[in-house]
């Protein structure tokens, strides 16, 4: 089971009871003057002891707001005194902790309609809220109380009016626990509800900027992986068109690092220009395959550049010591003058172009990537961006991004933080493995094995139960939700068919009979925690794609693509429950269930099995991996043994003594090819 990590290793003089945690965010707290707990028994019973409310506070490490609202309150001497009195005050990291917060998000958005980070929720010592708020400022303005005005609030009413309180909480919790999840009826979505998604998808494109909506604007990838393969299996133009223009327009845009590679979090204005400065493993290694995917679906240079540059970014600013990926880099870091500021690190100014490039190539720089003397971002720095439509200089391009790299290497970093989230690094797993091999780069292929590697050793295990984070290369104390399950299985099957090694997908069934055994429910629901983990006052369930994919369609898309390769119908009925949601979900709100959308798409499609007996790593593998049916899943290997590998190659000889392809659905297979061409045309290359 998780293990406690890193205690007695903070970096931090701890104050509170935050030192020993393994989160970076919380030891980010560890040298408040608030007298913090962790989430666990031992506060609620504390709060019972003295007859006081919880204060629960959840954020993440490389949150602004977070940041912000620490500095103004949270290392406040006097406020840090009032709280220690009247709450017991319990930080959790929503990163390690995606159940507490998912649970308390969720009522937090029934009662004032909207939801965020930090996030500030009162309780009783019964875990039950029964006041919500996200940041609240030192002082009143804008109609939003102070902090302090509030905890006075809720100590007034918690010392005067404690039945009233006791009561908001209890309705509070029935609420929620009166929430069933509509599961859509029988059957799984089909070809019609699929088209209609797209349709609404394209009703709600913004044509002129890419991507979907208005402002804040967020890199839709698991839209783009729909559009990709319902393109794939229907031949829709509109639906590629969407797909290339909107990563053309965010790989242009200053949500892109146009030096070091890499995506920002988000953009606040819809043209892409200004991002959130942080920078997130599961954005980068979504986005990562989705440029790759593109590539093999367009041959686009400009997919293939990205592709590339956000792969190499992953390696060289998030990968570990151990060989996994830190979750995140901070939006904040010191500018020249000493202040700790949002996107400091990567803005630019006319001035510090000259003084960098001299005048001649500052001035083809500053057209080149949208810096101007009134600025783009705050006091007329510039977020570098592409500009330009026509034909370019290259080379000096290349130079100039070169220089400015270098000389931006010399200001102060963001803080990293270099927690493991399993999820995302299956997530990563996935997308470095598929970009090594699209573009001929075994270094990312090694790359993703060891971050695998990592995940068997330290999350894993003796008992396959996964544990949600690991730091310093030891395990943390948080169970694996639904979601890392479902990621990691997603990243072990990629690698699998990359690398011809069965070991993988034999990873990928242990934690697939989990996700069947401890969290699926009726009628084919899933649950994001299993049905032994803590019990919360709500068992969190959560079929909709946020920033990634949703648990219930992560583990969706990974148990189809395991009965794929092995033929076990319990995994395939599981996904095809499962998928029922996206059959109620898929045509009212594509945008929100778009990574559910592109497995249904691999459902309707077969998906096909493809078995390639013959070297791994040669043509016929290669022309198999790049095939563009929708979620096609790949198997190679050489020789009588390549079956006890894996399943589908089982009773598949090489043809002739020459390397042979094998088109399946469903273990129906075509005639064997031993031509690359034709096997291309069998899987739409």
């Known amino acids: 089971m998780c ?64 940041h912000v609202m620490a500095h103004e309150s ?4 006097e406020v840090a005194a009032y709280l220690n009195a009247h709450f017991v005050p319990v930080k959790v990291d929503r990163e390690e902790r995606p159940d507490v917060d998912a649970v308390y998000m969720e009522a937090v958005q029934a009662a004032t309609g909207q939801g965020g980070w ?49 009561e908001v909480a209890g309705r509070i919790v029935r609420d929620l626990a009166g929430r069933s999840l509509t599961h859509g009826g029988e059957g799984v979505p089909g070809g019609e509800e699929l ?113 590339l540059e956000t792969a190499d970014f992953l390696v060289r600013e998030l990968r570990t010591a151990e060989g996994g990926f830190a979750s995140a880099l901070d939006a904040d870091s010191e ?25 001649e190539d500052a001035a083809f720089a500053a057209e080149h990537f949208g ?15 592409l500009t330009g439509t026509g034909p370019v200089d290259e080379a000096r391009v290349a130079d100039v991004r070169a220089r400015l790299l270098a000389a931006r290497e010399m200001r102060v970093r963001p803080e990293r933080d270099d927690k493991i989230v399993a999820a995302w690094n299956g997530l990563a797993v996935a997308a470095l493995a598929e970009t090594g091999a699209y573009f001929g780069r075994p270094d990312l292929v090694e790359r993703a094995t060891e971050a695998a590697d990592l995940l068997v050793r330290v999350h894993m295990g003796d008992v396959a139960r996964l544990c949600r984070t690991s730091k310093d290369g030891r395990a943390g104390d948080n169970a694996g939700v639904l979601e890392d399950y479902g990621d990691v299985a997603e990243g072990f099957l990629a690698l699998a068919s990359v690398t011809g090694e069965g070991v993988w997908l034999e990873f990928a069934g242990f934690l697939l009979d989990i996700v069947l055994e401890r969290f699926t429910g009726e009628n084919g629901q899933l649950f994001d925690t299993a049905d032994d983990a803590e019990q919360l006052i709500r068992r969190p369930q959560d ?16 148990l ?91 009773d598949r000889p090489e043809v002739g003594g020459a390397p042979t392809a094998y088109v399946c659905r469903h273990f129906v297979c075509d005639a064997p090819t031993t031509d690359a061409g034709e096997l291309a045309g069998k899987l739409g290359g």
């Open 3 to 66: 293990r406690a990590a890193g205690r007695g290793v903070s970096r931090v003089i701890a104050v509170n009871r935050l030192g020993g945690t393994t989160s970076p965010y919380l030891l980010q707290h560890a040298d408040n003057p608030v007298d913090w707990w962790p989430w666990s028994p031992e506060a609620f019973a504390e709060a019972r002891r003295r007859g006081v409310p919880v204060l629960l506070s959840v954020g993440y490490a490389s949150c602004h707001w977070c």
């Open 74 to 77: 949270f290392e406040d001497a």
């Open 118 to 166: 930090p996030m500030t929720v009162f309780l009783t010592a019964d875990a039950e809220p029964f006041y919500f708020g996200t940041y609240f400022p030192p002082e009143s303005r804008h109609g939003m109380p102070s902090f302090r005005q509030v905890l006075e609030g809720v100590v007034a009413a918690w010392s005067d009016r404690r039945e009233e309180v006791a």
């Open 195 to 307: 088209a209609q998604a797209l349709l609404r998808l394209t009703r709600e494109y913004d044509e002129k900027h890419g991507g979907f909506g208005g402002a804040p604007k967020f890199p839709p990838s698991m839209v783009i992986e729909f559009l990709l393969r319902h393109h794939a299996r229907t031949g829709a133009e509109g639906a590629l068109q969407m797909a290339a223009d909107t990563c053309a327009a965010m790989a242009r845009g200053g949500i892109y690092d146009q030096l070091g590679g890499g995506f920002a979090r988000y953009s606040v204005d819809r043209e892409w220009i200004v991002p959130h400065f942080e920078k997130m493993l599961y954005d980068n290694a979504l986005l990562c395959r989705v440029y790759a995917h593109l590539w093999r679906a367009t041959g686009s240079d400009l997919a293939r550049r990205v592709a």
């Open 335 to 359: 500018d020249a003058d000493g202040r700790h500021v949002e996107g400091a690190y990567y803005v630019w100014t006319p001035a510090q172009l000259r003084e960098v490039l001299g005048e």
């Open 371 to 385: 810096v101007t003397e009134e600025g783009t971002f705050e006091e007329g720095s510039s977020v570098l961006r």
């Open 543 to 558: 079929p909709t794609d946020s920033a990634t994919p949703a648990g219930w369609t992560a583990a969706a898309g990974a």
């Open 560 to 650: 189809l693509s395991y009965a794929a390769h092995t033929g076990s119908e319990a995994h395939r009925t599981a996904a095809e429950g499962a998928l029922g949601v996206v059959q109620a979900l898929g045509p009212k709100a594509p945008r929100f269930i778009g990574w559910g959308l592109a497995v249904a798409e691999a459902l309707l499609d077969g998906p096909r099995e493809v078995a390639v007996a013959g070297p791994v790593g040669g043509e016929l593998h290669r022309t198999a991996l790049l095939g563009r049916a929708p979620g096609a899943v790949v198997a190679a290997g050489a020789g009588p043994d390549a079956g006890s590998e894996f399943p589908l190659l089982v």
